[in-house]
């Protein structure tokens, strides 16, 4: 994070803006907005600033800056043409711990303008730190269109109630319930269009048929995705963004964690090979008592959590203690990877069924069922199997697999650090035990591999 990002109260703040040309000009205007008391030093006064003076009650001065024009003032502004001008601006602000920006010139900043989308009292600011003014822009755009008009009506509604929620619901998170429920539904739409009489009585009657009980607990089994966010369902990025508390595993990408809302407690559950943080039980009993004690609690697992992810043990558990719970699919690693690979888990040529196992050792052994395994014409999709590839290369061999089977091995699949590892049972042992990899990985095996070099489309492989 180059900048810190952080809304300042300027409402009759002294602020100075160097410069009147056609850029201070917008600056000007952008300060108006927050309400602040500007000046402008200039040697030259441009007709639109000159026209802004009465509006916005400018200060102006026509003369050339000197360092000492920036004493007593809260935030100053260079918007000339002329460098000297705006290095001897920014030394003189820095010298006195003022705020500064200088147009176009993020080496000479201590803030920066950025996007803004203005819903008041709401307000989003869009920054890419200086390296692509416009690119924010074209973000802000975006959201501009995502985010209604009259969201800053939707804010004072929920101002004007904030005093009586509070004194009605007495924690904080009844309160938090209580608006995420009220800001998402039917009194939003009425305000959304225009009905703010009929939304103000929905919510007051909402409000007193709310009784002030202690939340009750609830678990969400979210399914993370193989490790791109972008592969998240919209429903999982939901339940993310209001959890209580988040119970997680090695699987799920830090790119995903991320969107987990930011005052959640996060519980790191990972298991790894022979490294367990806590026995699957334990993890049954942890999220029990996390929504017994009335948490909302999402637990995030790497691809879908009924398949390999033990999720089905997880609402065993909730079930037979009598909790509410959830279960939200995520694209499971088969197809997440195999499709960011360029490998169809199916196709008319090659394939005409999927099998998905898991390659976990136990007592130094694969027990899987070979005969079945080794069959033509279908795709072998091998979880956790990479610390048994010789042995599962092997046995499919003495089971009937021709010896040139072709095999991949995905690393981290669809995120930036994924690889793909080709070669076929006899070869791909040998050739990953000089190589480093990086779990999570997943196998395929089938004839299908061969479509990798044509169809590959998200980057290379070895």
Known sequence: MDYFPIFVNLKQQPCLVVGAGEIAARKIALLAKAGATISVIAETISETVAAMQAS??????????????VLGFRLVVSATDNLQTNQAVAKAATAHAILVNVVDNPALCSF??????DRSPIVAAVSSGGASPVLARLLRAKMESIIPASFGALAQLAEKFRAAVKLKLHSSAQRRIFWEQVLQGSIAELV????????????????????????????????????????????????????????????????????VRRD??????????????????????????????????????GGDPFIFGRGGEEIQTLMAQ?????????????????????????????????????????????????????????????????????????ALIAHGS??????????????ANQ???IGTLTTLPEKIAHQTIKPPTLIIIGTVVNLHSQLNWFNSSV
């Open 322 to 394: 009598g909790i509410a719970f959830q279960v939200v699919p995520g694209i499971t690693a088969a197809s997440g990877c195999a499709s960011y690979a360029g490998i169809p888990l199916t196709h008319r040529d090659h394939a005409q069924s999927c099998t998905f196992v898991t390659g976990h050792l136990k007592d130094n052994s694969v027990n899987l069922n070979w005969q079945q395994l080794a069959c033509p014409q279908q795709t072998l999709v091998i979880y956790m199997g990479l610390l048994g590839l010789e042995k599962i290369c092997a």
């Open 192 to 259: 959304f269009a225009g009905k703010i009489n009929a939304a103000e009585q929905q919510l007051q009657q909402i409000l007193d048929a709310t009784e002030n009980t202690p939340p009750q607990g609830e678990v969400y089994l979210v399914g993370a995705g193989p490790g791109d966010p972008d592969l998240l369902t919209f429903k999982a990025l939901r339940l993310m963004q209001q959890a209580d508390v988040v119970v997680y595993d090695h699987l799920v990408s830090a790119q995903v964690l991320e969107l």
């Open 264 to 301: 959640a407690e996060k519980i790191y559950v990972g298991k790894q090979r022979s490294q367990h943080s806590l026995p699957q039980e334990s993890i049954n009993e942890l999220l029990a008592s996390l929504a017994k004690a009335g948490k909302r609690v999402v637990r995030l697992k």
């Open 56 to 69: 916005h009650r400018l200060i102006l001065q026509q003369k050339s800056f000197a360092a000492s024009d």
């Open 402 to 415: 021709p010896a040139d089977l072709p095999v991949a091995v995905i690393q981290q699949g669809t995120t």
């Open 419 to 421: 690889r793909v590892i």
């Open 112 to 117: 920066i303008f950025p996007a803004i989308i």
